[in-house]
């Protein structure tokens, strides 16, 4: 959808990564705008459900389960009241749709829609609109509201900072989960924190990565860091990925073989499974490949890089990449948090080159149970710790210790 827009998505981005605004985008269609309907893509879902506005996954089908949300169209000097129709339509599947009172007044078919949510309304701004993209490039009104934003947010990263400074002063914190994600989720329980699948930034907008300096006293190899998940946009799905180039492999700590594929992929070699990812510039994607005979490669699976940008924007603006020190306490992992790596403002600009070089890579982690269910982790994009600053920014590191 975002291919049929009459303007560049990318010259935006870095405007939204610098505010640190979530947002989604839309592109009506002409068939769409004509029929005042638009299709609640992926992202919008992702947006209005982070947010808290909707869950389009537990609405019913049909005119009685509409729901309607209080919104605004964004112009070059103000704000347009209008509302947003949130609903699944009989027919079909109920795929989810979206669409915004007086939107034909607002733009034309094929205009670049962003979304975002600020003071708990959906805000649209058109920016194939040249006079409303002028204020917001221009530094106009547009500009000012999205550093109203902006502002708003600074006030949240001192006041986490000072939450995990007094955790830090509290000393060692037994671990509430065992194993690797113990670490996580021992600080998010401390910053009182509920568990959640939700892939929105886990404190006010503030994305929270959290890794160990050390293991049982002795210093931890250094390890890569997830930057996001998203699974391909064409091609293959992940789990016919495992189906056609997974092995049959006995797991550790068991007996018996299960169909698997955990593996890093990389545009720099083949990896074990006959797999690599190649940037394409031409169509500016990131696509998989499997490496036949005489190194002939087939097409499996594809990203779009202006969707990859989009979730490294949704999942990053602004990051806490917290350090604990690990102890082990008669057979119980303790951690003490003592260092904070803050980053902000990416420049996803640099997603292509980086996956091209190699710096960014690709984790898939899945298998088949011995019954048959299926079973990932996801297709994880990760970075090493010492790279982030080249994509995240000028971070700053604090020492909690010294503050």
């Known amino acids: 959808m975002l291919a049929m827009s009459d303007i560049n998505i ?31 893509i992926g992202s919008v879902r992702e947006l209005l459900k982070d947010e808290g506005i909707h869950d389009y996954e537990l609405q019913e089908q049909g005119p009685a389960a509409k ?31 979206i669409w915004f009172k007086n939107l034909r007044q607002y733009c034309n078919p094929k205009n670049l829609l962003s ?21 917001l490039l221009q530094h106009g009104f547009v500009y000012d509201l999205l550093q109203q934003i902006k502002y708003s947010k ?34 998010e329980h401390a910053l009182g924190i509920e568990r959640n699948n939700s ?34 946009d064409d091609g293959l799905t992940y789990r016919e990925i495992v189906e056609t180039y997974g092995k049959w492999q006995v ?22 499974y006959g797999l690599e990812l190649e940037v394409n510039t031409a169509a500016d994607r990131l ?31 602004e990051t806490f990449w917290v350090k604990a020190v690990s102890e082990d306490r008669n057979g119980r992992e303790f951690f003490r948090y003592d260092k904070v790596l803050h980053t902000k403002q990416p420049n996803a600009s640099l997603l292509a080159p980086l ?16 019954d048959g269910r299926w079973r990932d982790h996801g297709m994880l994009f990760k970075m090493r710790p010492e790279d982030i600053g080249l994509l995240l920014g000028d971070p700053v590191e604090y020492d909690l210790a010294q503050l």
């Open 115 to 135: 979304l975002f949510v600020f003071e708990n309304k959906i805000h649209v701004l058109n920016l194939s609109n040249a006079t409303i993209r002028n204020s």
């Open 67 to 97: 729901k309607m949300w209080p919104s605004f169209f964004v112009t070059a000097d103000g704000l347009i009241e209008t509302e947003a129709s949130l609903y699944r339509p009989v027919t079909k599947k109920g795929d989810p749709r």
């Open 10 to 40: 990318d010259q935006f981005l870095p405007v939204f990564a610098d505010v640190g605004v979530s947002v989604a985008f839309l592109v009506p269609t002409p068939t769409g705008y004509d029929k005042s309907i638009m299709d609640a």
């Open 355 to 370: 996956l091209d070089n190699g710096k960014i890579t690709l984790d898939l982690a899945a298998h088949f149970k011995e």
């Open 287 to 317: 696509e998989m490949k499997y490496a036949q005979e005489q190194r002939l490669m087939k097409y499996v699976s594809s990203w779009q890089m202006a969707n990859l940008k989009s979730a490294l924007l949704l999942k990053h603006h």
């Open 199 to 232: 892939r929105a930034p886990d404190y006010k907008g503030i994305e929270l990565k959290t890794t160990r300096l050390t293991r049982h006293g002795a210093e931890r190899a250094t390890t890569r860091s997830t930057l996001f998940t998203k699974v391909p």
């Open 251 to 272: 797991p550790r700590g068991s007996t018996l073989a299960r169909l698997q594929l955990y593996e890093t992929f990389t545009t720099q070699r083949v990896n074990a």
């Open 154 to 187: 600074q006030s949240v990263s001192l006041e986490l900072l000072h939450k995990i400074k007094i955790i830090h002063d509290g000393g060692f914190l037994p671990s509430i989960t065992p194993g690797d994600p113990g670490v996580g989720d021992t600080l």
